[in-house]
């Protein structure tokens, strides 16, 4: 009973293998393909055609709906906050800020066939809303420190004021043309942090 029970331990401590860990890969990107265009009512089997694996491959990465679409949500506030980071070694400063915030309306304008799911996915879950905004306050408060500290950047604005802009300015998604929009709005904002 014991040497099984170890053996249970050992298989629970294991890394996964580099298969898994593609096949869990290309999962999240064909969810993120699917689920912009077909909404949330597109079918998991279309996810794992698209992926090019098994149904039961991914229900064995994403045992529900609601675990895929928190999934692909994560890996893109992921891959935001992992730009920040090689955007805060750019020469310029409030380029690298605004370049983050255009990359943020991008994140939206490819999920926008998704957002209201996604927003039921993530209701309630504390640990998800704790995870997400913490990693986006750090990148933006990144990106916006080091602003403020080269001289260009007035310093009474905080990381939750440039998120809050952001998503606001993001809520206009359902009029024609937005992105355009948006991305200048965002311009007329980050030029209104600089310092005079």
Not at 66 to 75: G, H, N, P, T
């Amino acid at each position: 009973m014991t040497e099984k029970m170890g053996q249970e331990s050992a298989k629970a401590s294991r890394k996964p293998r580099a298969d898994s860990l593609r096949n869990r890969e290309k999962l999240l990107a064909a969810a993120a393909e699917i689920f912009r265009d077909g909404g949330p009512e597109a079918s998991l089997d279309a996810v794992a055609r698209r992926a090019g694996v098994g149904i039961g491959t991914l229900y064995r990465h994403f045992p529900t709906r609601d675990a895929l679409f928190e999934a692909v949500y994560r890996r893109d506030v992921d891959q935001l906050a992992d730009l920040a980071e090689e955007l805060a070694a750019a020469e310029d400063p409030v380029a690298a800020l605004r370049d983050w915030l255009h990359r943020g309306v991008d994140v939206v304008a490819t999920k926008k066939g998704m957002l209201a799911t996604l927003a039921l996915a993530t209701e309630g879950k504390q640990e998800l809303f704790a995870y997400t905004t913490g990693r986006m306050y750090a990148a933006a408060g990144m990106l916006l420190d080091r602003a403020v500290a080269a001289g260009a950047l007035r310093s009474d604005v905080a990381a939750e004021d440039v998120l809050r802009a952001l998503v606001g300015l993001c809520s206009m998604r359902d009029q024609p043309d937005w992105r355009q929009s948006v991305t200048r709005l965002l311009d007329i904002f980050v030029d209104g942090l600089k310092r005079r």
